[in-house]
């Protein structure tokens, strides 16, 4: 009698992570994950021939997915190409949690939100997403690449929120022309009251 082995479990998500090959990058979404690998799904990627892992003739790349705090080595073992969108089958080679990179060591419970703010960099407020919170800092994404330092002091706003407050900058992690991931404590916040509606006054005899 043969017995079926079966597939690991898999976890679906939308995580952001990143792949690279010999020094070339490329923004993925992780559309689920088990303990043996994951689905990779490329961003802004339609042509299978000017993937990184093609263009250096590789099929290990190495893998980072902040939001789980994974980074590793993986291998490809298939490439899916449906209604222009193409997605990556790996198998793990390596996976380390809490590794050397210096936003991974975390002391602080860290909350999973998703706010629309705003962070002042270089003159000019560029929209972000925040990823997690926590009690003295957070995480967060934006759909651009972005120039600043760690140790760079800047302004945020939730204008949704009528907050804003100082940030700094601890790490940044970034695909050239893509997308850029901050990571920063919280100096100090207030309330904003310019965020707040401007509301008519009523004349004193208008009652």
Request: charged residues 20%; positive net charge.
């Given at each position: 009698m043969k017995?079926?082995?079966?597939r690991?479990y898999?976890k679906?998500?939308?995580?952001?992570g990143l792949?690279?090959?010999?020094?070339?990058?490329?923004?993925?979404t992780?559309k689920?994950i088990?303990l043996?690998?994951?689905?990779a799904e490329?961003?802004?990627?339609t042509?299978?021939?000017?993937l990184p892992?093609?263009?250096?003739?590789s099929?290990?790349?190495e893998?980072?997915?902040?939001?789980?705090?994974l980074?590793?080595?993986?291998?490809?073992?298939?490439?899916?190409?449906?209604?222009?969108?193409?997605?990556?089958?790996?198998?793990?080679?390596?996976?380390?949690?809490?590794?050397?990179?210096?936003?991974?060591?975390?002391?602080?419970?860290r909350?999973?939100?998703t706010l629309p703010g705003?962070i002042?960099?270089?003159g000019?407020?560029q929209?972000?997403?925040?990823v997690?919170?926590?009690?003295?800092?957070?995480?967060?994404?934006?759909?651009?690449?972005?120039?600043?330092?760690?140790?760079e002091?800047t302004?945020?706003?939730?204008?949704?929120m009528?907050?804003?407050?100082?940030?700094k900058?601890i790490w940044?992690?970034?695909?050239?022309?893509?997308c850029?991931?901050?990571?920063g404590?919280?100096?100090g916040?207030?309330?904003?009251?310019?965020?707040?509606?401007?509301?008519p006054?009523?004349a004193a005899n208008?009652i």
């Amino acid at each position: 009698m043969k017995f079926l082995q079966k597939r690991p479990y898999r976890k679906n998500l939308s995580a952001q992570g990143l792949i690279a090959v010999d020094g070339l990058r490329q923004a993925v979404t992780i559309k689920n994950i088990s303990l043996t690998g994951a689905l990779a799904e490329l961003q802004n990627h339609t042509d299978v021939d000017d993937l990184p892992f093609v263009l250096a003739n590789s099929t290990t790349l190495e893998i980072q997915i902040p939001d789980l705090k994974l980074k590793g080595q993986a291998e490809i073992v298939r490439i899916e190409n449906k209604q222009n969108q193409i997605a990556l089958g790996l198998k793990f080679k390596k996976l380390w949690l809490n590794s050397d990179v210096a936003h991974k060591n975390r002391k602080a419970y860290r909350k999973k939100l998703t706010l629309p703010g705003e962070i002042l960099i270089q003159g000019n407020y560029q929209g972000f997403v925040s990823v997690n919170v926590s009690q003295d800092g957070m995480m967060i994404h934006l759909a651009k690449s972005v120039q600043i330092a760690p140790g760079e002091v800047t302004k945020f706003r939730f204008k949704q929120m009528g907050v804003a407050g100082e940030f700094k900058i601890i790490w940044i992690d970034s695909v050239p022309r893509v997308c850029t991931w901050i990571g920063g404590r919280c100096l100090g916040m207030i309330k904003e009251k310019i965020f707040a509606p401007t509301l008519p006054k009523l004349a004193a005899n208008s009652i």
